[in-house]
């Protein structure tokens, strides 16, 4: 028998001669034992067809004479005949990829990639196909470019939590900790999967967590990890509340989950902690503690990306790659909606650059929620080749060796098919070509053509990159006064409520100068996008220096987004401040725009927010009107081009920091 692994065919005579042999021994077939006419069975089976014998020969001199359509033909043949012939698939792959056949390629990649037991073979056809689907992603003009409700291959199917059950899970059976072997107390319920203990207040929650953390690492080997098995047996940690959980050794306020890496026998991952229930306002602005739905939806399924990076990878997977990951795989995300809204900020060129953001240490020190977002939308690009796409990328940045410094580079060109020098750089170009092309292809004059002053680029909000919002805010009819002297309507931020105060249908803040910033949230029932107007005074001293005020985003949780605009103030005079918040919160002082920054975005799980936007000074001011309005259409009337220093059309500028 010849090694299928081997890609040199006998000669003729070894041919007959093989075919004499078998003869042979078909003479003696009822003389042996059961076992070996078994073995001799399989052995003539996996052989490659006495009829392609000769033919491999001449298939490989068509390929040397670059006669593609009669290599190809008589190598369809031999596979047809013989499913499994590893070596004959593999030729067959390289005829076709040079004969540019780019489907029949595809398919024959996946076809080698189901039987092919040679490494080298199934990583030649791994490449092949990754940088085939690689190119008709970037090359596609699909009907659907720019639709931002595509089904998203890493949507998991979990099962269904209903109504009746996400209040059993609420319960609290049994808050009494108990001592483990993990070095802390540790709820007392459990649940044991393959790879996870569940420990949990609630003995149904433990049985939900550690089921639905199983069905995850399945779905997640497959897709990021070319199948890879684990042998893992990860605690599950869900405290029963926020402070339980802080006690323990969970991160402090504002955190719903962390992943504690340490290296130990089961894996590099010591534990991952949760907790179970949050508190929340209803309506009336009454606080209730219920279910953290969240944190089994989403957050665990973050913090689990972490754990399985962490075991990949060890410790030097880079902060991007990390947050891409978990950001890109959380359940609750509409994730070509985020690329949609970040495809402006990168045409206009306001996105951080490859080389610095794959070298970033850590956090940015500033645009922070940008670093999320366009750390996800790389993996939503690098994702759309496939899951071999994903393995492969993922490997080379893994892989001993690559340098630190090389293995972005190193990476990006295996993934591309390009040469490694300055591949970061070709990497970032054709991410940006894709992100145009799909969602703001109008945005792309014509060569020899001015940009047009407005843009045509459909009915959905996200793609009209240009509009003339002053006049969208001076056509609003049905505006909703806000009660200033009723100080119901509005939440702080820890203390913060207590700076502020109301008189005579006036808010005033008197916060020292500079002690900031004060929160005050402010409660709107109307939905996105919104426009909230209101007339300010500065009452500082001119000697102070001077004075700020902008607005802020809030989460569900009333609490800061860090999505922020301001505007200074330079005289004691009234002035009118109106704030935007649809995909973008903008903020303009009179007539001016004076800040702008990618919204906040809502997860499809994520609770009616009763107090969307903020309030934000470190000045003592006074607010003597508010009101707020729903926008139910952009103007699309002609506007002025912008200069300089006039933003009253739409345009990409980020805020500075306040004063």
Same mark, same amino acid.
């Given at each position: ?85 590893? *070596? ?83 319960? $609290? ?232 410094? *090389? ?178 919160? $903008? ?73």
């Amino acid at each position: 028998m010849r090694d299928s692994h081997n890609y040199a065919s006998p000669s003729l005579d070894d041919e007959t001669e093989r075919i004499e042999k078998e003869r042979t021994l078909s003479m003696f077939r009822f003389k042996v034992s059961i076992p070996v006419v078994v073995l001799w069975c399989a052995v003539t089976v996996a052989a490659p067809s006495p009829l392609f014998a000769g033919s491999i020969e001449r298939a490989r001199a068509l390929v040397d004479e670059e006669d593609w359509p009669g290599a190809i033909a008589l190598l369809t043949k031999e596979v047809d005949a013989n499913p499994g012939h590893e *070596a004959a698939y593999v030729l067959l792959m390289d005829a076709l990829a040079q004969a540019d056949r780019v489907d029949e390629t595809i398919e024959v990649c996946r076809n080698i990639l189901k039987i092919a037991k040679n490494k080298t073979n199934r990583e030649k056809a791994r490449l092949t196909l990754v940088r085939l689907v690689r190119r008709k992603v970037d090359e596609s003009d699909d009907p659907t470019a720019g639709r931002t409700d595509l089904e998203d291959a890493f949507h998991i199917d979990m099962p269904e939590i209903d109504d009746d059950m996400w209040k059993r899970l609420e319960v $609290v059976e049994d808050s009494n900790y108990v001592d483990s072997r993990l070095g802390k107390k540790v709820p007392p319920f459990s649940w044991e999967t393959t790879h996870f203990t569940a420990y949990a207040c609630n003995e149904e929650l433990a049985k939900v967590v550690a089921e639905r953390a199983e069905l995850y690492l399945e779905f997640m080997s497959k897709h990021l990890f070319g199948d890879r098995e684990w042998a893992l047996n990860i605690p599950l940690l869900v405290y029963h509340d926020q402070p339980a959980y802080s006690s323990v050794g969970g991160a402090g306020e504002g955190s719903g989950g962390v992943t504690i890496p340490e290296r130990g026998l089961t894996g590099r991952t010591a534990m991952i902690m949760l907790f179970q229930l949050e508190e929340f306002k209803d309506e009336d602005g009454d606080t209730y503690t219920g279910i953290y739905k969240y944190a089994i939806e989403s957050i665990l399924t973050h913090e689990l990306t972490h754990m399985m990076l962490i075991e990949f990878f060890g410790f030097e997977a880079p902060m991007w790659m990390h947050e891409a990951c978990a950001v890109r795989l959380e359940q609750t995300r509409e994730h070509y909606w985020d690329a949609a809204r970040l495809a402006r900020a990168v045409v206009a060129g306001e996105h951080f650059r490859f080389r610095d953001l794959f070298n970033q240490e850590g956090y940015p020190s500033s645009r922070v929620p940008l670093f999320y977002e366009q750390s996800a939308t790389i993996m939503l690009y690098i994702s759309e080749a496939g899951p071999e796409a994903m393995y492969t990328f993922l490997s080379e940045m893994a892989a001993d060796r690559h340098t630190k410094e *090389a293995r972005h580079d190193a990476a990006c060109a295996t993934l591309m098919g390009i040469p490694q020098e300055g591949a970061v750089e070709e990497f970032e170009r054709r991410w940006v070509e894709w992100m145009t092309r799909r969602y703001a292809r109008d945005l792309r004059p014509d060569e020899g053509e001015d940009p047009p002053a407005l843009l045509d680029t459909g009915d959905d909000e996200v793609f009209l990159p240009q509009v003339n919002e002053l006049d969208t805010f001076a056509n609003i009819t049905e505006w909703r006064d806000i009660d200033l002297g009723e100080m119901d309507q509005f939440v702080g931020v820890g203390t913060s409520k207590e700076e502020w105060s109301s008189s005579r249908g006036s808010l005033r803040c008197g916060i020292a100068p500079n002690e900031g910033p004060s929160f005050l949230g402010i409660r709107m029932n109307e939905e996105l996008p919104l426009v909230v107007e209101c007339e300010v005074q500065w009452l500082g001293n001119i000697t102070d220096g001077y004075g700020w005020i902008g607005f802020d985003q809030f989460n569900a949780d009333n609490l800061d987004t860090d999505v922020s605009v301001a505007a200074r103030f330079s005289d004691a005079s009234s002035h009118k401040l109106t704030a935007m918040l649809s995909d973008e919160l $903008v903020l303009y002082m009179d007539t001016k725009c004076v800040g702008r920054y990618p919204a906040h975005v809502l997860g499809k799980s994520d609770r009616d927010i009763d107090y969307p936007l903020a309030m934000m000074t470190s000045s003592p001011v006074e607010i003597n009107s508010m009101r707020v309005a729903h926008i139910d259409n952009y103007s699309t009337a002609p506007a002025e081009t912008p200069g300089q220093d006039d933003s009253s059309q739409r345009r990409r500028r980020r805020p500075g920091s306040p004063p």
